[in-house]
């Protein structure tokens, strides 16, 4: 069984510029989660994704983005890049969300 | 809101030794709590988890039990290797659609 794919694993990004970030799930999993991992702010929940429905948020400005497609493949999008948005972006999926979550690799941004 | 304190790190450890990660929570109701792992380079890989009171998770010899009294839920093994060297991540979540709440995580290495 194929475990949560993030695409790309790497990406730079110069200041101003937007990027998106893709996720697919776990084969039958509903529910996707998009998380931010910092040194300085450890790991942090921006939104998840259930059904192509953005069902609950962290605390992240309005440049940070989401949607869910049908086959409940998920893509992140930032824009307006700053320096600080350089993290280790990290997606969970799971069956329904309130169970346990699998992580994909992550995509390493950074920011310059 | 709720929260996940992890004692402080890194652990630094001699293979065989004994380890403890302590591990506290604030949440109201009855959060499920879980471990996760990162290795270096790597996502979150989930290594135990418990549901509810008194339960007992466990895997590849690490043991946590949810202790609601003590809103605790401390990481243990009886012998370490060197390959259980990486981060460890104390989480919790109340099922509130995909949102797990992270501890700021512990460095374990465990020297030969």
């Known amino acids: 069984k194929a475990g949560v794919t993030q695409t790309p694993r790497y990406l730079i990004k110069t200041r101003g510029q937007q990027v998106t970030l893709s996720c697919s799930p776990i084969s039958g999993h509903r529910s996707v989660s998009w998380y931010q991992q910092t040194p300085g702010q450890g790991l942090q929940f921006l939104f998840e994704y259930f059904s192509e429905t953005q069902r609950n948020k962290g605390n992240f400005p309005g440049r940070f983005s989401g949607r869910q497609f049908s086959n409940s493949r998920s893509e992140m999008n930032v824009s307006t890049l700053e320096l600080g948005d350089s993290a280790l972006y990290l997606c969970a999926s799971s069956l329904l969300g309130d169970t346990e979550a699998f992580f994909g690799q992550g995509t390493r941004l950074t920011v310059v | 809101g709720d929260s996940v304190t992890q004692m402080e790190g890194p652990v630094t450890l001699s293979e065989e030794a004994f380890l403890t990660i302590n591990c506290t929570y604030t949440?109201?109701?009855?959060?499920?709590l879980f471990w996760y792992v990162q290795y270096p380079g790597e996502g979150l890989q989930l290594l135990l988890k418990?549901?509810?009171?008194?339960d007992k998770g466990s895997n590849k010899g690490f043991e946590a039990t949810y202790r609601k009294e003590t809103t605790s839920f401390h990481l243990e093994k009886g012998s370490v290797q060197v390959s259980d060297s990486a981060v460890y991540f104390c989480?919790?979540?109340?099922?509130?659609?995909?949102?797990?709440?992270f501890g700021q995580g512990t460095i374990l290495t465990v020297h030969p």
């Open positions: 989480a919790l979540t109340r099922a509130s659609y995909g949102k797990l709440t």
């Open positions: 949440a109201t109701g009855y959060p499920s």
């Open positions: 418990a549901t509810k009171a008194d």
